[in-house]
């Protein structure tokens, strides 16, 4: 893919500070708490790794693996846990942390698989709340940015399993 397939949107440095104010703030919402960060593969991975390393708090680390978009760049709607958390989240508090939140279908589904396991507490942080397609209401305690629309890859977002590892986010310009 070349450069004029995509448009940046946010640096790395960006990124970087959406971060760290995402984990100030979350610092101080848990203070003398622990909390359990829920990553959701593969997306999330680079966005937990760093939330996590700025966290003041201390923090276990688990991930459930879901299945949704098969390929491509539309929902199925269709939700599945094809790896479960390992930690046992009764009486914990939890916090899934999300790469993009699109439809809402998935981070919904995850929500009631999650809330199933009775923690003492759920709240949700996704890196990105990209409105135009949500279908149900979710609750975002924590967000990065506010998108209208758009196809999002980098930073743990992929196209078709590209892009992830780039460290800036960009919108890809999709070709008729
Ligand atoms: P939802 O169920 O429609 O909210 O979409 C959930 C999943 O679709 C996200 O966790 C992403 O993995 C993927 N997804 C949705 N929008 C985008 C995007 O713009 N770029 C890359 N992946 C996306
Ligand atoms: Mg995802």
Redesign the pocket.
Known sequence: MNQSEKRLLFTAEDIAHQVQRLAGQISEDYQGKEIILVG?L???FIFLADLARQLAIPTQLDFVR?A??GSG???S?K?EITTDVQLDLHGRDVLIV????????????LREHLLAKKPRSLKICTL?D?RE???VSIPLDYVGWH?DK????GYG???NEAHRQLPDIY??ILQP
């Open positions: 959701v593969k997306g999330a879901l949704s978009y760049t539309e929902s709607g939700v999300e790469d993009i939140v699109d439809s809402g279908l998935t981070t919904a589904f990105l990209k397609r949500r279908s998108l758009g196809f999002i890859v977002l992929d196209c919108e890809l």
